[in-house]
C-alpha cells in the first residue's frame, strides 16, 4: 500500500513538470511572452484547478494510508483515539 503511494506521488510529480514545462510551444515561452509565435496549449485556470484536485486527492490519500495501522494498535482506546487525533492535526 505504501508502495502503491509513493508511485503515486511520483507519477504526480513527473506529470506535474511535464505538463508546466510542456504547456507552451515553444518552451521558452513558458518565461518569455514575447517570443513572436509562442502560444500556450493550456490556460492557467485549467492548470490550477486540475493541480488543486489532484493534490487533495494525494493529500487525502497519504491521511487515510496509516488510519488502518493506527485502529489496529493494541492500547487504550482513550489513547487510541488521541493519537488519530493528532494524525488529523496534519491534516490542516
Not at 19 to 31: G, K, M, S
Amino acid at each position: 500500500m505504501v508502495a502503491f503511494g509513493v508511485a503515486l506521488m511520483v507519477a504526480w510529480l513527473i506529470q506535474a513538470i511535464l505538463t508546466i514545462v510542456l504547456a507552451c510551444t515553444p518552451v521558452a515561452y513558458n518565461w518569455d511572452h514575447t517570443l513572436e509565435g509562442g502560444h500556450c496549449n493550456i490556460t492557467l485556470n485549467a492548470l490550477l484547478y486540475s493541480s488543486m484536485a489532484t493534490n487533495l486527492a494525494t493529500d487525502l490519500y497519504v491521511f487515510i494510508l496509516p488510519l488502518p495501522a493506527l485502529a489496529g494498535l493494541t492500547m487504550k482506546k482513550s489513547r487510541k483515539i488521541g493519537l488519530i487525533l493528532t494524525f488529523m492535526l496534519g491534516a490542516l
